[in-house]
């Protein structure tokens, strides 16, 4: 038994069979086999190292041509390794040993190899790892053959467990058997963590090496409330957990029935929460979940797709997530490009520094063309119901000039084309740099709303990496810093007559709500699975008493001691749940 | 280097990694080429680590970690050994005579 912490993005627990997947998405169908099968199994790894050394050799001479002896000469090293009798010996032992399949036994062993280079002091040395993965990922897909299977076609609930994904990966585990996810990689908000957190089954990033420790087929827990996996976990443990997942279901039950009443406190004050959203039908979730609207619309997911969204896709989308609110307030968030979102390789030039490079509002304004076509978009999208759009990213006020010149340019084009639009638009902006949140008087002279971004405003505040699980711990929303700014921005805008929401990742987490209220924000966005317990927790508590936590929270001088502050304030009202 | 002969024991030698980047794939490789044209039995062991691994292996020599100025004990036996000690030993001093193509 194993027990590796990272970051829980998704809570809850999840118990099934691993299904490690490498970069090819391989997976190995089945374990064990019969003794009949062993003599054919092994065949079939003979066949399999023959033809991957065949393979090789015949890139070898290709590169060999091209670039010369020195590059190919790594490839000898491949193929000798393939022909290592001791390779074999390795291999074929487990299989006749324990009866593995020759694909199991193939990855055991590679995996085995994997962690040996891996411990290796001397980095050139250590850097044969991924040598060894070549190798593996060869021999597993030539081993397979065509009985290679991907995630979408599993028979059984499985948790994936894989080194990173990929958003559009991501994307695609809702129309799986897939019930939790372990990544090594990953931060809390890096984008594929808001997308396993929308998807609502456990996961657990930033584990490191999990996935060199996990073979397909293993036992593995994902506990998405203590941060943890437990992979080959023994029978108490599993026993353990199969009554916390029981009673975490029990709880989430209870929490929807919430459903039907506003997230009011005890003194009845009434604050709006809506859902955070990338896929139009997230807007039914959300308002399944109890929203009172959309409060952040992530329009740049359209581009997860393999051709760029034209006009008419775009409308659609925008009328389809409009729908969803069913007559509720839809904030729409133009493209947030660049950085993380959508590979750098697609669309951009790679920059040395991407989260300070050329990413949102600024990609949006040097390609004015594309940027309107999504503000005709908008518009048009507008008249079917109650629509604001925003603009993220902002640090000038010239950019926010700008973008509203668009949005006029856009209008005027629709006018001229006679088409028809939503005239009455609300323009607001996301505050999420620390130069808009400093400049917020003079911001919030020219927009009618301003929401706080707090996941990029926490990145840059603190100078911390989101997706960067090295210096995730200096990532945190308790940051005295953070605190302060937020306090200034809901002041400002609360004097300017300037409606003021938040809607990063802080604004569902249950730790920090009694805060966020008690600084006076009356509208919070939120992953919409998040909703009901925020809502719980609302009501359970009085403005007054918010007030007073908000209050207390920013006379401290470390975010150790705001973290701990907060806990036992959120904990006292709600002594039963995980938090 | 020394020579070390007893009956019926296998032959060993001292050599020392001299190459810069120590035994990486590309050494390893001429060091195995080398190895599978003897019949004898070939080991190699490293005095840092004391571990012993198959000298006709291109995965367990590279798990040595030989770096540069590593001290490996090369052991023969069979009926060429003699002959396989030399022409190993030379080749590791000879820094694996990187500048010829591999065969």
Redesign the interface.
């Known amino acids: 038994m194993q027990i590796l912490t990272g970051t829980a993005v998704s809570p809850g627990i999840a118990i099934a069979e691993a299904v490690v997947l490498d970069a090819e998405e391989l997976r190995i169908p089945r374990r064990m086999v019969t003794k009949e099968e062993i003599g054919p199994e092994i065949d079939e790894l003979d066949s399999a190292l023959a033809t991957s050394i065949e393979e090789i050799g015949a890139q070898h001479e290709d590169v060999k041509h091209r670039l010369g002896?020195d590059a190919a000469?790594?490839f000898?090293?491949h193929i000798?390794?393939l022909?290592?009798?001791?390779?074999r010996k390795d291999i074929v032992g487990l299989m006749e040993g324990r009866q593995y399949s020759a694909a199991y036994a193939v990855s055991t062993v590679m995996r085995g190899?994997q962690r040996?280079?891996m411990q290796?002091?001397?980095p050139?040395?250590a850097e044969?790892m991924r040598?060894v993965q070549d190798i593996e990922r060869r021999l597993l897909r030539n081993v397979l053959g065509k009985s290679a299977e991907d995630i979408s076609h599993l028979s059984q609930e499985a948790i994936l467990v894989a080194h990173d994904l990929t958003t559009s990966q991501t994307a695609r585990l809702s129309s799986t058997k897939i019930v939790g996810v372990a990544l090594d990689v990953g931060g809390a908000t890096s984008h594929t963590a808001i997308l396993l957190r929308s998807w609502g089954k456990p996961a657990v990033l930033g584990l490191k090496n999990l996935s060199t420790h996990v073979s397909g087929g293993d036992t593995v827990i994902v506990d998405g409330l203590n941060h943890m996996v437990v992979a080959g976990p023994d029978e108490a443990t599993l026993e353990d957990y199969r009554s916390k997942r029981a009673s975490f279901v029990k709880l989430i039950d209870a929490l929807d029935e919430l459903r039907e009443f506003p997230a009011e406190t005890a003194d009845g004050v009434r604050v709006e929460l809506h859902g955070n959203i990338e896929y139009p039908f997230e807007a039914g979730v959300s308002r399944q979940k109890g929203a009172d609207g959309i409060g952040l619309y992530r329009t740049e997911f359209l581009f997860l797709g393999d051709d760029d969204p034209d006009e008419e896709e775009q409308y659609e989308a925008y009328c389809k997530a409009i729908a969803g609110a069913e007559g509720k307030q839809v904030t729409i968030r133009t493209f947030d490009l660049g950085a993380d979102k959508v590979t750098q390789k697609k669309h951009f030039e790679p920059e040395r520094n991407p989260m300070l490079g050329n990413r949102s509002i600024r990609y949006s304004l040097q390609h004015l063309e594309m940027f309107k076509v999504q503000l005709r978009a908008i518009l048009r999208a507008a008249r079917t119901g109650n629509v604001r759009v925003m603009f993220p990213l902002l640090t000038t006020l010239m950019e926010l000039r700008q973008a509203k010149m668009t949005l006029l340019d856009a209008m005027e084009d629709l006018d001229e084309a006679g088409i028809r639009y939503g005239k009455d638009i609300d323009i607001g902006m996301m505050m999420e740099t620390p130069a808009a949140a400093s400049q917020c008087k003079e911001f919030a002279r020219e927009v009618k709303f301003v929401s706080i971004g707090t996941n990029d405003l926490i990145q840059y505040l603190l100078a911390t990496d989101r997706g960067n699980e090295r210096v995730s711990r200096y990532y945190t929303a308790s940051h005295p810093a953070v605190l302060r700014t937020i306090r200034d921005v809901v002041r400002t805008c609360v004097k300017g007559g300037v409606d003021c929401s938040l809607c990063g990742e802080m604004a569902g987490e249950p730790v920090y709500t009694l805060l966020l209220i008690g600084l006076g924000l009356r509208k919070l966005s939120m992953a919409p699975n998040n909703i009901p317990e925020i809502k719980k927790l609302i009501r359970s508590c009085s403005m007054k008493k918010a007030e007073r936590v908000a209050k207390r929270a920013l006379t401290f001088e470390t975010d150790a001691q705001v973290t701990n502050y907060l806990r036992a304030e959120t904990k006292k009202l709600l002594p039963d749940d995980p938090i | 280097m020394k020579v070390v002969t007893r009956p019926n024991e296998p032959i060993a030698r001292e050599v020392t990694i001299r190459n810069k980047e120590g035994l990486h794939t590309r050494p390893v490789m001429k060091f195995v080429d080398l190895a599978q044209t003897f019949t004898a039995e070939i080991k190699v062991r490293s005095l840092e680590t004391s571990e012993t691994v198959n000298g006709k292996s291109a995965m367990e020599l590279m798990l040595l970690c030989a770096t540069h100025g590593t001290v490996l004990e090369v052991q023969a036996s069979g009926a060429d050994a003699a002959d396989a000690i030399d022409a190993l030993a030379a080749l590791v001093h000879e820094q694996f005579r990187l500048d010829r193509p591999n065969a």
């Open positions: 002896h000469d790594v000898n090293w000798g390794v022909k290592d009798p001791i390779l190899l040996r280079f290796m002091k001397d050139l040395l044969r040598d």
